[in-house]
């Protein structure tokens, strides 16, 4: 069904024609693959333990901005997150709250404070009628709100935190990688954000604190489940998580089972080790089905810094 979501979708092995990934999404509070094929769309749940492959054919094309599509039908480079050429990233940013070009929009915002890993933690901000998705969109091992209100509002909350308390609002998205295959305990996790959240507070009535802020009472909430990082690597980590997908190429094939999922990031099992699929790099790649226990013939990056080769077989 067009729009819809299917539990169990075989929407790969309809047809030669390929579908185009759009990404992945946590809405609905679980991983869900969007998909593409002329005027279908379609989304997957990515359920832990199921097995996983497909092959990328062509030529990979700008994704547009929008959701209309990129005019001239450029190629984009296989390592780009963002799939998109320079004018239509220069557009998608454009209208984006990140540019503040927004300052009017009349919805409720809320500031969250977001850790990933020790000694990562960020301040953000995201629309209160998206829930925590937002959180899960970035990897958010663990994160709590902290108050809410008008755009303009948590914006002011955010510049407060950087100049007062030193707390950036990005975090390199290689450094969460890095460490999430070995996460320290549940109650380390949570005392991260709950300090920084005490020293938060201790701003309201001084230092700028913008007083039309309603503060939100301290309430952690952690995705280690959720995401399927526990695992068989103890209480905080997937443990042997060892490489990742540097980019796609024509023809290549990645296969596994999965066992995990974090922001885009599918955790994938594989002959030789645990491998990092980031899904961004699958959008504008028509991409078919293929065997699941075929492994990774394209290039990857060793995480723990050994550079990168060709594939794992």
């Given at each position: 069904?067009?729009g ?5 979708w ?15 999404r ?17 989304g997957?749940v ?6 996983f492959?497909?092959?990328a ?20 480079p ?21 540019a ?55 914006r ?15 975090i ?14 549940a ?13 938060a507070?201790?701003?309201e ?7 039309s ?37 024509a ?6 089972r999965?066992?995990a ?18 899904t961004?790099?699958?959008t ?9 226990r ?13 550079g ?6």
């Open positions: 069904m067009a819809g979501t299917d539990r169990v075989r929407g790969w092995e309809a047809g030669a024609v390929g579908w185009r990934c759009t990404g992945l946590w809405g609905e509070g679980v991983p869900v693959l969007g998909w593409c094929r002329g005027g279908v769309v379609r997957s990515q359920a832990y333990g199921a097995e492959g497909f092959r054919v062509g030529e990979r094309g700008c994704v547009g901005a929008r959701g209309n599509v990129c005019p001239v039908g450029a190629a984009v296989g390592r780009s997150t963002g799939a998109r050429c320079p004018e239509c990233a220069r557009l998608d940013r454009a209208h984006s709250v990140a503040d070009t927004l300052a009017d929009d009349p919805r409720t915002y809320r500031v969250y404070l977001a850790w990933f890993g020790p000694g990562m933690v960020k301040v953000g901000i995201t629309a209160e009628e998206r829930g925590a998705a937002r959180l899960r969109e970035q990897g958010a091992v663990v994160f709590s709100w902290l108050g809410r209100g008008p755009l303009m509002t948590c002011r909350t955010e510049e407060v935190l950087r100049a007062a308390l030193g707390v950036p609002d990005r390199p998205y290689a450094r969460k990688r890095a460490v999430r295959g070995a996460l320290p305990g109650q380390e996790r949570v005392d991260e954000v709950s300090g920084l959240y005490r020293r507070a201790a701003l009535g001084g230092s700028g604190w913008p007083e802020l309603e503060r939100l009472p301290f309430e952690a909430v952690d995705h280690v489940a959720l995401f399927g990082l526990a695992g068989e690597g103890g209480e905080g980590g997937t443990g042997g998580v060892r490489w990742a997908v540097a980019e796609l190429v023809g290549g094939v990645v296969g596994g999965l066992v999922a974090a922001g885009p990031d599918l955790h994938l099992a594989t002959a030789g080790g645990v491998v990092v699929l980031d961004r790099l699958m504008g790649w028509e991409l078919v089905a293929a065997d699941p075929g492994g990774v013939g394209v290039p990857v990056v060793d995480l723990g810094g050994g990168v080769q060709g594939g794992l077989f």
